[in-house]
Nanobody, 111 residues
């Protein structure tokens, strides 16, 4: 089982940006999909973005055009660049690499 460590969360004002990182203890290339999920207060966990081998990406409609998922296989790290953040983006963000999950990082968007 891989250990995943998210970082980069925090408090940001509406319209601001954050970049989340998820670093794995082993190779992320061993699986063909990496993803970011989030769980807001009182909400179910939802898929935010995913990236497949070859670079194909998918996004939730609510973040399309504002968030970008990427990865650096040499660093065993998956990123989520978030721009134009909105209060409804407030959530705990989790990364997933194959069947493995991180512990989450809190993102709070508030003025």
């Amino acid at each position: 089982q891989e250990q995943l460590k998210e970082s980069g969360g925090g408090l940001v004002q509406p319209g601001g940006s954050l970049r989340l990182s998820c670093t794995a203890s082993g190779s992320i290339s061993r699986v063909n999909i990496q993803a970011w999920y989030r769980q807001g207060p009182g909400k179910q966990r939802e898929l935010v973005a995913s990236i497949y081998d070859g670079g194909t990406t998918n996004y939730a409609d609510s973040v399309l055009g504002r968030f970008t998922i990427s990865r650096d296989s040499d660093k065993n790290t998956v990123y989520l660049q978030m721009t134009d953040l909105k209060p409804e983006d407030t959530a705990v963000y989790f990364c997933a690499v194959g069947p493995d999950w991180g512990q989450g990082t809190q993102v709070t968007v508030s003025s």
